[in-house]
């Protein structure tokens, strides 16, 4: 008995193949719609002192000054527009790139190319991409591409004076 349902069950799946039937096309390999996240921080009126050593958290000697390269300059009103500005142009730029699905240096670097960015792709197995422009006034607008999502930042100058910060640090 259960031999005859095997044969009755090859019998149907077989029959269900039959050569009358269209193909199904291969899918498409379309990129999902890409959703866009802006980071912009409020302006600063003032800016804050440098932290020092004295009194606060334990810290070892010289730590301040061996770190503050790390540590992004605040932007002013003025950087602030001019960030925001340069987002709004390349806000819509970039999701178009992300939608294509082309996830490559060169198309972000050509889309782009009226501000000079930086592109990189740190992974390179990986379809993620990571980019700088670099403003006058020390204004920076970082951010990255994946699939259906780019994400922007607007941010000071490190304490080297550049926007893109370098592996080997």
């Given at each position: 008995m259960?031999r005859l349902?095997?044969?009755?069950?090859?019998?149907l799946?077989c029959a269900?193949c039959s050569?009358?039937?269209?193909?199904v096309?291969?899918?498409?390999?379309?990129?999902?719609?890409?959703?866009?996240?802006?980071?912009?921080?409020?302006?600063?009126?003032?800016?804050?002192a440098?932290?020092?050593?004295?009194?606060?958290?334990?810290i070892?000697?010289?730590?301040?000054?061996?770190?503050?390269?790390?540590?992004?300059?605040?932007?002013?009103?003025?950087a602030?527009?001019?960030?925001?500005d340069?987002?709004?142009?390349?806000?819509?730029?970039?999701?178009?790139?992300?939608?294509?699905?082309?996830?490559?240096?060169?198309?972000t670097?050509?889309?782009?190319?009226?501000?000079?960015?930086?592109?990189?792709?740190?992974?390179p197995?990986?379809?993620?991409?990571?980019?700088?422009?670099?403003l006058?006034?020390?204004?920076?607008?970082?951010?990255?591409l994946?699939?259906g999502?780019?994400r922007?930042?607007?941010?000071?100058?490190?304490?080297?004076g550049?926007?893109?910060?370098?592996?080997?640090?």
């Amino acid at each position: 008995m259960g031999r005859l349902l095997g044969v009755l069950a090859v019998a149907l799946l077989c029959a269900a193949c039959s050569a009358d039937e269209k193909p199904v096309p291969p899918t498409t390999n379309q990129a999902a719609p890409c959703q866009v996240e802006e980071n912009v921080p409020q302006p600063v009126q003032r800016f804050a002192a440098q932290p020092t050593n004295g009194g606060g958290p334990d810290i070892a000697p010289h730590h301040v000054e061996n770190n503050g390269w790390k540590q992004r300059k605040p932007l002013n009103a003025e950087a602030t527009a001019k960030g925001r500005d340069t987002i709004a142009r390349v806000s819509p730029i970039l999701k178009r790139v992300c939608e294509t699905g082309d996830f490559s240096v060169d198309t972000t670097r050509k889309a782009l190319a009226e501000l000079r960015p930086q592109v990189e792709q740190p992974y390179p197995d990986q379809r993620f991409l990571g980019f700088t422009i670099t403003l006058d006034g020390g204004t920076c607008v970082l951010g990255d591409l994946k699939p259906g999502l780019v994400r922007i930042f607007l941010d000071g100058t490190n304490g080297e004076g550049s926007c893109y910060t370098p592996k080997t640090h």
